[in-house]
């Protein structure tokens, strides 16, 4: 009996905290003229998300350097956004965030 009680346990806590799952961020929008870069990425419902906030910053930089300029600040926060909604919550969740570029142009 001891046994099956931990393994529900352990269960348990595997299905609420999900698995870690490393994701890369992605260039999903921006505007040249507001010298602006979206960057996102998908996490599913059992999935805790890990990032790297320097990836992300590499790669609206370079995006940044294709219109003229030579860095990239990210704005505060993120906004997450349902794409695959379901009768048990939200199978997908796409998480955005948004760069400013800076430094020439």
């Known amino acids: 009996m001891k046994?099956?009680?931990?393994?529900a346990v352990v269960?348990?806590?595997?299905?609420s905290t999900g698995c870690a799952v490393q994701k890369d961020w992605s260039a999903t929008g921006g505007s040249k003229s507001d010298g602006t870069?979206?960057?996102?990425?998908q996490v599913g419902?059992?999935?805790a998300a890990e990032v790297s906030e320097e990836q992300g910053?590499?790669?609206?930089?370079?995006?940044?350097s294709?219109?003229?300029?030579?860095n990239a600040e990210a704005f505060g926060g993120s906004t997450q956004v349902c794409t695959s909604p379901s009768s048990s919550g939200c199978n997908i969740w796409l998480?955005?965030?948004?760069?400013?570029?800076?430094?020439g142009e």
Do not use: D
Request: proline fraction near 0%; glycine fraction near 4%.
């Open 11 to 15: 269960l348990a806590t595997l299905l």
């Open 95 to 103: 998480v955005t965030k948004e760069y400013q570029c800076t430094g």
């Open 37 to 41: 870069i979206k960057l996102s990425y």
């Open 3 to 7: 046994k099956i009680t931990l393994a």
């Open 57 to 64: 910053i590499n790669l609206a930089t370079k995006r940044c």
């Open 45 to 47: 419902m059992f999935e």
């Open 66 to 70: 294709a219109w003229g300029y030579t």
